[in-house]
């Protein structure tokens, strides 16, 4: 436990084995195997479980700072929804002349009468600036934030609101058309990434081997940071603050820090989730959306970033079957759902794994910090 | 001199029995080389914060703290009322006072805590502790023991000295950090010092009450401080256990300056040589222990009651 490896034997072995699945099978078998093969996969099962995946990495992120660190984050769908706008704004330029008004700009531009871009969507047609961005845009803006939040020792609750209404001030930011952004409709239509035609199977195939990929990588790198000294001082400074300044550390660099490469994750989940999904408009950042980023965290099991990804999976999976049988119920089914975790299992599903699979270690404590020895 | 080198002159002087034995036995034998290790602990020592940038802690005139009329009002309310009070480095000080009399808060003023509403507080000659943060102060090298144990429950006992001990702190060298074997050692070395090693890999959480106190003070001293601050370090704690939590603290003094909080009376007899006496935040009183216990103003607000 001292020398906590990156991962067990075991778990490399799992690990390995989602990784083909996700990268290399399951796209295969969305591309390669005539439709009517039994093991073929739906476009709309690549698509759902694609969309999914973005959602695991922002969990990720939000495990980080909420499970690890203490920080409830309830305006991570803002970082989340920037990301996916800086993309946004490339795939919108990609568009070209093939938009209702066959204008250079797009269509709500054209709506507007506008005549050229506004000046913050220059170099937008390049990807590798709008990659930039969406790394940047989410980074500097939690950075700042943060650093002002965590200077002034704001905490607990008092943060959790601000975070909440940073994400409500952005989304009527975004819903104004006269901020470039598309309004309410936001961005849509997309045709083409990088040149390749983004309805083609084999775009969409590809584009879920990426989201897998950096979804593997993300849980690699949370996984080096809650086990290494930075991580160790992290959930220190979510248990007793006072005594890790006591004992010279800075708590500031440390939340910052995490805070600032937390926000960075969701704008690349965002990014990779526009063009699977085909949409991006400012209901991203309404509120609920913040709060469900907690529920699937909570629901999984904090602190061990495996229940991250479980509780995004399960609650997400949940959804899709909810809103299609009884739409009209989800909201109370989800809210059902967080009161029963809320009560019965405070360390979520993983919790309630790993009791059954060690009744010897069930006390919240040891189950805590055996986290994500999945 | 290495930290480690330290403990293991004094280990080799000491016949291994049982934990506690060998821990008694190892603070007679430090204290037989407190004189020479004293000039020893006040060389200058890499400091590894940016922000503080004084080498060492100037005491060239003797006193390693001072605080000169400080106050503390909450809310109009005086905490502490022109309080002044000087530590001579290498000094163990009782400071006992009634509840309320604001010794947690004087601990508070000089961790960084608590700012003062007025008056000066000196760590040295030149570092103004009104002027640090917390995590400065306890770069500075103060060390301090909360009333309220306070560890980090989630982690095991060895991780807690981990995190304590005297290293760069900064975030982005946690990042890659590794222990050294000799870091490794010396964190071997505290757990066997407070009797803990076979709690080694338990979380801290689950230690017992005075276990958590012993665990608190190892951390104190993995971060190697000039001056250690110790708020009712007894509180909880056995018989057995104050006793020897006594040994240790007497151990501990001439290596290191230390103010120990008390309100158990008996425990203040078996470590002080200087006692001040707190009251309605101010110094009622200052001495020997004998001299405190005749004092009458005292005994009227304090020992009568
Ligand atoms: N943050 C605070 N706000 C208001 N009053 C406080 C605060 N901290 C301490 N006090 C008051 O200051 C006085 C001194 O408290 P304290 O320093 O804790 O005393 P002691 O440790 O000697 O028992 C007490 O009357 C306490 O109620
Ligand atoms: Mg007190």
């Known amino acids: 436990m001292i020398t906590q490896r990156l991962l067990t034997t075991r778990a490399w072995g799992v690990v390995i084995a989602v990784a083909l699945l996700l990268i290399v099978l399951l796209p295969a078998a969305n591309v390669f195997l005539p439709v009517d093969h039994s093991l073929h996969i739906s476009t709309y099962a690549i698509a759902l479980l694609g969309k999914i995946m973005c959602y695991m990495i922002v969990a990720l992120a939000m495990d980080l700072i909420w499970g690890y660190t203490g920080i409830l984050s309830l305006g991570h769908g803002l970082f989340f929804a920037l990301g996916g706008y800086a993309m946004g704004m490339h795939l919108m330029r990609m568009i070209g002349r093939e938009g209702q008004y066959q204008s250079d700009l797009p269509d709500f531009m054209v709506f507007l009468d506008w005549k050229e871009y506004p000046w913050y969507w220059s170099f937008t047609e390049h990807f590798w600036y709008a990659a930039l961005l969406v790394v940047l845009v989410p980074g500097a803006l939690a950075f700042v934030f943060g650093f002002f939040a965590f200077r002034s020792r704001i905490k607990g609750v008092y943060f959790s609101i601000i975070t909440q209404a940073l994400t409500f001030a952005a989304m009527l930011l975004f819903f104004r058309n006269d901020m470039g952004f598309g309004g309410n409709n936001g961005f849509t239509d997309f045709k083409r990434v990088l040149g390749y035609r983004i309805a083609e199977p084999a775009t969409r195939a590809t584009l879920f081997a990426i989201t897998a990929m950096v979804l593997l990588g993300a849980f690699l790198l949370c996984r080096y940071l809650v086990t290494s000294k930075f991580g160790r001082v992290l959930t220190a400074i979510r248990d007793a603050e006072s005594r890790v300044m006591f004992s010279g550390y800075n708590p500031l660099w440390y939340k910052l820090g995490v805070w600032t490469f937390s926000a960075v994750l969701c704008g690349i989940a965002g990014a990779l989730y526009v063009p699977q999904v085909g949409i991006i408009n400012p209901s991203e950042m309404s509120p609920a959306n913040s709060i469900e980023i907690a529920i699937w965290t909570a629901v999984g099991g904090r602190g061990t970033l495996i229940g991250a990804i479980v509780g995004a999976g399960l609650v997400n999976g949940l959804k899709s079957w909810f809103t299609v049988a009884f739409p009209e119920y989800w909201l109370y089914a989800l809210g059902a759902l967080f009161i029963v975790v809320t009560l019965y299992l405070p360390n979520g599903i993983v919790g309630l794994v790993r009791k059954r699979a060690r009744p010897a270690a069930a006390t919240p404590a040891a189950a805590a910090a055996q986290g994500g020895n999945a | ?305």
């Not at chain 2, 480690?4 to 204290?31: I, N």
């Open chain 2, 1 to 305: 001199m290495k930290p480690t080198e330290e403990f293991q002159q004094t280990d080799a002087a000491t016949p291994q029995r049982d934990d506690r034995h060998s821990m008694l036995a190892l603070l007679r034998a430090g204290r037989e080389n407190m004189l020479a290790q004293q000039r020893e602990q006040w060389d200058a020592r890499p400091q590894f914060s940016r922000l503080v940038t004084s080498d060492d802690v100037d005491v060239t005139h003797g006193p390693i703290l001072y605080l000169e009329d400080v106050s503390v009002s909450f809310d109009g309310f005086k905490a502490l009322n022109k309080l002044s009070l000087t530590i001579d480095a290498g000094e163990l000080r009782c400071v006992i006072g009634p509840n309320g009399a604001g010794k947690t808060t004087m601990m508070d003023v000089i961790t960084g805590k608590t700012r003062p509403t007025s008056g000066r507080a000196f760590f040295g000659q030149t570092i103004d502790l009104t002027k640090l943060s917390e995590p400065q102060i306890a770069h500075a090298g103060i060390g301090r023991k909360f009333q309220k144990p306070t560890v980090f429950e989630r982690h095991t006992a060895f991780e807690n000295l981990e995190l304590a001990m005297k290293t760069d702190k900064r975030a982005r060298r946690s990042l890659t950090a590794k222990l050294s074997s000799s870091e490794l050692e010396r964190i071997e070395h505290c757990l066997e010092t407070v009797a803990l090693s076979a709690q080694r890999d338990k979380l801290a959480g689950l230690l017992s009450h005075g276990q958590k106190q012993w665990l608190e003070i190892a951390m104190l001293l993995m971060q190697e401080p000039k001056l250690l601050m110790l708020d009712e370090p007894v509180a909880g704690m056995t018989d057995e256990e104050t006793a020897r939590t006594a040994e240790l603290l007497k151990g501990l003094a001439g290596k290191h300056s230390v103010i120990v909080v008390e309100h158990d009376m008996e425990f203040v007899s078996s470590i002080a040589r200087q006692v001040t006496v707190l009251h309605e935040g101010s110094v009622l009183a200052e001495g020997t222990m004998d001299k405190i216990k005749n004092n009458e103003r005292v005994i009227e607000v304090y020992l009568g009651r």
